[in-house]
């Protein structure tokens, strides 16, 4: 009978490897593949991939399970393609939780329609919409983003500091550019700016002219671009170049890219670009944990999916469950002290840590902190163009 039994658990040890094989967890990546952000969305998904893998591949993720990702192209802006693409990755692929959306209509879009409905864990990387700090999610929604109203409290400072008295503005007309462009004003002119005009502009139009005329007519001395840099903010800059309104802009987050540069060069040098970002040794440690890897760690919001990705996975390994309404309740426990710090690389440590009962402190590649509703406390760059390229002035 010993004997037996020992065959018996000698057989159950050999095949639970490959069970577990067998059945991975999956992670929706849903993020705009095509679309005004595309640029900017693959180093993003890669950076969210890398952290993927590397939980993957540390053996000891919830009994020795891989992780696998599944990609779902949320476009930005179309909310039904969003909407669509997530409901395939939760009925018909089975993902286990989601990363993403990018941008704040698709995720508000999928949130509502299906995450909410389904009980699914969704952690975005870049949807900055204030609006996302108090709509209604069960529980499931967060964002290792910052919310714009911060980013508006920033852009207000940079303006004050660098004596801009006026400025135009233009937004993209969708939920995330109408929270920004809000933001923005508000606080610019508590600190005694003038915001000249306010003018929205629609992606995917061939000429922006007509938008541009409306700005330089109200003058200002800087026209800021709260919009897409593979879109209408980029062909509002180049009707405003065309036709001579405007030569420096202040860029916020979604126009902050190489793309732009590219596309720009020295045209718009002096202009000023602003994204979350920060001088921690988490940042430092996703630079060179990147090489080699077909992208930068430093790139806008590279830190921010590496971290949705980490603390998703995190998360269901302190719960040990991939059930997203058990796990949904780790997640501030994973990202927050009190822990053990953890940084990008450092992943297998973290499982190891919170398999033997342990707890953590996730810093990752943004100096983490969730606070309130599930969002980063948040820390941006400042920027500046030189040359025809971004170049960091300081963080905020």
Do not use: W
């Not at 090489?291 to 302190?318: H, N, R, T």
């Amino acid at each position: 009978m010993k004997k037996m039994l020992a065959i018996l658990l000698a057989s159950a040890a050999l095949t639970a490897p490959a069970a577990a094989q067998d059945d991975p967890v999956k992670v929706g990546m849903l993020q705009g593949f095509t679309g005004p952000t595309e640029s900017l969305v693959r180093p993003m998904a890669l950076g969210g991939e890398m952290a993927i893998q590397e939980v993957s591949d540390s053996g000891i993720f919830l009994g020795g399970r891989t992780v696998v990702s599944i990609r779902g192209d949320s476009t930005c802006i179309d909310a039904a393609a969003a909407t669509a693409a997530a409901d395939r990755l939760v009925t018909a692929e089975g993902v286990h939780g989601i990363v993403g959306a990018t941008c704040s209509g698709a995720s508000t879009a999928v949130l509502n329609n299906v995450a909410r409905p389904n009980g699914m864990v969704m952690i975005s990387p870049s949807a900055t919409s204030p609006a996302l700090s108090t709509i209604e999610d069960d529980g499931y929604f967060f964002r290792t983003a910052p919310s714009d109203a911060r980013q508006g409290e920033i852009i207000g400072q940079i303006l004050e500091r660098r004596g801009i008295a006026s400025a135009a503005l233009t937004y993209t007309n969708n939920d995330y550019g109408k929270g920004l462009a809000d933001a923005i004003q508000a606080a610019f002119e508590a600190k005694g700016g003038s915001i000249t005009a306010v003018a929205a502009h629609e992606d995917g139009k061939a000429d922006y002219s007509a938008e541009v005329g409306t700005l330089a007519a109200a003058g200002g001395e800087v026209l800021i671009v709260a919009g897409y840099l593979d879109q209408g903010g980029k062909g509002m800059i180049q009707a405003a170049l065309d036709t001579g309104a405007f030569d420096t802009f202040i860029l916020p987050d979604g126009m902050v890219g190489e793309a732009l540069t590219d596309n720009f060069g020295g045209d718009i040098n002096g202009s000023i670009g602003t994204n979350p970002g920060t001088d921690s040794p988490g940042a430092a440690m996703m630079a060179k944990l990147s090489e080699g890897k077909g992208f930068k760690g430093d790139d806008p919001y590279v830190p921010e999916a590496y971290d949705a990705s980490a603390i998703l996975l995190l998360a269901m390994q302190a719960a040990n469950s991939t059930d997203p309404s058990v796990y949904k309740d780790k997640v501030f426990d994973v990202a927050n002290a009190p822990g053990e710090q953890i940084f990008p690389g450092e992943l297998k440590k973290a499982l190891q840590i919170l398999a033997d009962g342990g707890e953590i402190d996730y810093v990752g590649g943004t100096a983490l902190e969730l606070i309130g509703p599930g969002e980063s406390a948040g820390s941006f760059r400042e920027t500046v163009i030189d040359g025809g390229q971004f170049t960091t002035v300081m963080y905020h």
